[in-house]
Every structure is written in structure tokens, then in C-alpha cells.
């Protein structure tokens, strides 16, 4: 009896401890949004409320164009600010101060993940994970009337390309220093610069991901042929665009803004999540040690594939996770290789080994 009494109470602590961290830490799937500044005139009609609903939709829109392509962007702008509201799950005032008769207010938002996939995945648009990287790039100019290039700080693409960074951008990009060495190489390989590879150049750089764009200029167009490479692909994109002027700012600000949502769109693509995919994954886990399997449940909450996981079951040995991803199950077993969690998948519920 004593014997029946003990075990009943380890498995009621374990509960407990299973159901408190599992509801705290790894229910609250989020997508946390800070420093979204407003400011609004402090006049006779001033409503603070206003002002929090502006920065709710601008929190919004920041996280979906992190999450969705260009193309996509017209299907999400009409949406209404209670939508919006009803995706919210905390927000927060990080700091507030009136000068000289303006409001300003740091907000800092909180979206439900499944809320939001929900509601893209009624619109037909498959997001992407929400991954940051950098890239080192290479414009290059080749005017084709003079067949002669354009390199460094004669470049305007080189001059202005980082001078306008998007909050909501995937890549961060690196230009390379200005070389004499590089540019000779360049200029020596000119004639048949579309099939050199410029690993002398890129090398030098320590980075797997980096992007070789030939700007090819002529009196009616300008095509750009861009080598994108990363640590798994290699990709070769062509864009054409026509009346811009390149010494012009505002032609010149179009072409950079084009020219990068072009390579966010194709980074997404690559890191795109089909949430109609929910592959139902059981894994045991030992519970001698709850850290481990707590510490298991917040790499779960970090992968963005992951739609939703929750304790299935437990005994006296092990604690049953169901996990719902949204892709294949070698992409779910290299992910958790890659975060140092070897699975044996021979039995139809998988172990952590």
C-alpha cells in the first residue's frame, strides 16, 4: 500500500512539472515583435488607443513580410485591425514619453503562431522560416555600349546598396573591400565573365553564402544575371528591367529595392514551411532527468516546422511527445541532428538516444 501510495505521488509531481512547463514555456509558440515606435500630435482629440492600434498593424505587417514573398504581400493588406487583434496574444508599452506635444511609444507584440499559419494558410500562402543569414555580394556593372565594367566605389548599385536597411529583411548582406588585386581579376576575366566563379574573391570572405550579380547595361535595358550560392545550392537567376536609369536616385532606389526583394523571395523559397503538411511524430523520452526533457521542449518551440507538439502520455520511464511537422521526416531528423539529438526511428515510436 505504501509502496502504491509513493508511486501515485511521483506521478502526480511529475504531472505537475510536466503540465507547468509544457503549458508556461512551451505552449506560448510566439512570434515576439519589439521596438515597433509610434509617435502621434498630442492634441484635443488624442486617443493613446490609436496610437497602439497603429503599432499593432505595423508589428503585423513587419512579421508577415519577414514570413511571406512579395508576391503575396496584395493578398494580406486589406486585413482589418481585429484580425489582427485576434492574432495578438501579449503586447506590451517598452517605454512612452511626451516631447514637445508628440506622443512616442515603444511597443513590444506578441503573435500566436498557430494563428497566424492559420490565417496565411487561408489566404493560399505558404510562409517561410524565419531565418536570418548573411550573404556576401558582388555587383558588378558591365556596359555593354563600352564593354567595360563598373566595380567599387564607381558602382552606384556598391555605393547605396546597404544605406537603406529593412527591418523586416532576411539577409544582411556584406560588400566586399575595395581590391586593386580583385579588380584586375574581374577585368581579366571580362570576356568571359558569366562563366567565371570568383572563388579567388569569395574565399577570402570565410562565408558559405554569397551572391555574384552581373549588371549588364545597354541603351534600352538593364539584365542582371545573379549567381546565388549558399551551403546547399547553387542558383541562377535572370531579371530584366527596363527604363531605369541608373544616375538617377529614384530609378537608382527602385533598382536596389527590386533587386533585393528578388533575393529575400528566393531565400524564402528556399525556407518555406507547407503547413497543410502535419506529420504526426512520437518520440519517448527518458524522464530520470526533467531538465533534459524540458530543455527538449524549448528546441521544439525554436523550430519553426514544428506546428505543434504536447505530452501524449507518460510512465514511470518515459514521457510520450505527439509533435505535428510540416515537412518529410528526414527534414525533421536532420534538424534535430543539426541541434545535437540522435533519434532511433526502427520502432514506430522513436527514441532519443
Do not use: C
Given at each position: 500500500m505504501?509502496?502504491i501510495r509513493?508511486?501515485y ?9 510536466i503540465f ?11 512570434f515576439?515583435?519589439?521596438n515597433i515606435?509610434?509617435?502621434?500630435p498630442f492634441?484635443n482629440?488624442?486617443?493613446k488607443?490609436n ?5 499593432f ?14 508576391s503575396?504581400?496584395?493578398k ?5 485591425l481585429n484580425?489582427i487583434k485576434?492574432?495578438?496574444e501579449?503586447?506590451?508599452i517598452?517605454?512612452e514619453?511626451?516631447?514637445?506635444q508628440m ?5 513590444g507584440?506578441?503573435?500566436n ?8 494558410e ?5 510562409p517561410?522560416q524565419i ?5 556576401l555580394f558582388i ?7 563600352i ?5 567599387f566605389?564607381n558602382n ?6 546597404n544605406?537603406?536597411?529593412?527591418r523586416?529583411?532576411?539577409i544582411n548582406?556584406l560588400?566586399?573591400?575595395?581590391d ?5 581579376l574581374i577585368k581579366k576575366n571580362?570576356?568571359?565573365?558569366e562563366n567565371?566563379?570568383f ?9 558559405d553564402n554569397?551572391i ?5 547595361k545597354?541603351?534600352k535595358?538593364?539584365?542582371v544575371?545573379s549567381k546565388?550560392?549558399n551551403k ?12 531605369i536609369d541608373?544616375t ?17 523571395d528566393?531565400?524564402?523559397n ?5 503547413t497543410a503538411i502535419?506529420?504526426?511524430?512520437v518520440?519517448k523520452?527518458?524522464n ?11 528546441v ?7 506546428n505543434?507538439?504536447?505530452?501524449k502520455?507518460?510512465?514511470k520511464?518515459?514521457i510520450f511527445?505527439e509533435?505535428?511537422?510540416n515537412?518529410?521526416?528526414q527534414?525533421f531528423?536532420n ?14 515510436v522513436w527514441?532519443i538516444e
Amino acid at each position: 500500500m505504501h509502496y502504491i501510495r509513493s508511486l501515485y505521488i511521483f506521478f502526480s509531481i511529475l504531472a505537475l512539472i510536466i503540465f507547468f512547463f509544457s503549458t508556461k514555456e512551451v505552449k506560448a509558440k510566439s512570434f515576439e515583435i519589439n521596438n515597433i515606435e509610434i509617435s502621434l500630435p498630442f492634441e484635443n482629440n488624442f486617443d493613446k488607443n490609436n496610437v497602439i492600434d497603429s503599432g499593432f498593424k505595423k508589428a503585423f505587417f513587419e512579421l508577415i513580410y519577414s514570413l511571406t514573398k512579395s508576391s503575396d504581400y496584395n493578398k494580406i493588406r486589406s486585413i482589418q485591425l481585429n484580425e489582427i487583434k485576434s492574432m495578438i496574444e501579449t503586447f506590451s508599452i517598452q517605454e512612452e514619453k511626451f516631447i514637445d506635444q508628440m506622443y512616442y511609444v515603444n511597443l513590444g507584440v506578441s503573435f500566436n503562431k498557430k494563428k497566424i499559419f492559420s490565417y496565411l494558410e487561408k489566404k493560399n500562402i505558404f510562409p517561410s522560416q524565419i531565418i536570418k543569414e548573411k550573404f556576401l555580394f558582388i555587383p558588378i556593372i558591365i556596359d555593354e555600349n563600352i564593354n567595360d565594367l563598373i566595380i567599387f566605389s564607381n558602382n552606384p548599385i556598391y555605393n547605396k546598396w546597404n544605406n537603406d536597411k529593412s527591418r523586416f529583411a532576411l539577409i544582411n548582406y556584406l560588400l566586399p573591400t575595395e581590391d586593386l588585386e580583385d579588380f584586375n581579376l574581374i577585368k581579366k576575366n571580362l570576356d568571359n565573365i558569366e562563366n567565371y566563379d570568383f572563388s579567388e574573391i569569395t574565399r577570402k570572405y570565410f562565408l558559405d553564402n554569397y551572391i555574384i550579380s552581373l549588371i549588364f547595361k545597354s541603351e534600352k535595358e538593364i539584365r542582371v544575371l545573379s549567381k546565388i550560392y549558399n551551403k546547399k545550392n547553387k542558383i541562377i537567376k535572370n531579371d530584366t528591367f527596363q527604363n531605369i536609369d541608373l544616375t538617377k536616385e529614384k530609378d537608382l532606389s527602385i533598382f536596389i529595392k527590386d533587386l533585393k526583394n528578388s533575393f529575400e523571395d528566393n531565400w524564402k523559397n528556399l525556407n518555406e514551411i507547407n503547413t497543410a503538411i502535419k506529420l504526426p511524430i512520437v518520440i519517448k523520452f527518458k524522464n530520470s532527468d526533467i531538465k533534459k526533457s524540458i530543455q527538449f521542449e524549448l528546441v521544439l518551440n525554436d523550430i519553426e516546422l514544428v506546428n505543434d507538439f504536447f505530452v501524449k502520455r507518460f510512465n514511470k520511464e518515459f514521457i510520450f511527445y505527439e509533435i505535428l511537422f510540416n515537412g518529410t521526416v528526414q527534414n525533421f531528423i536532420n534538424i534535430m541532428q543539426n541541434k545535437n539529438y540522435k533519434i532511433n526511428t526502427q520502432k514506430k515510436v522513436w527514441t532519443i538516444e
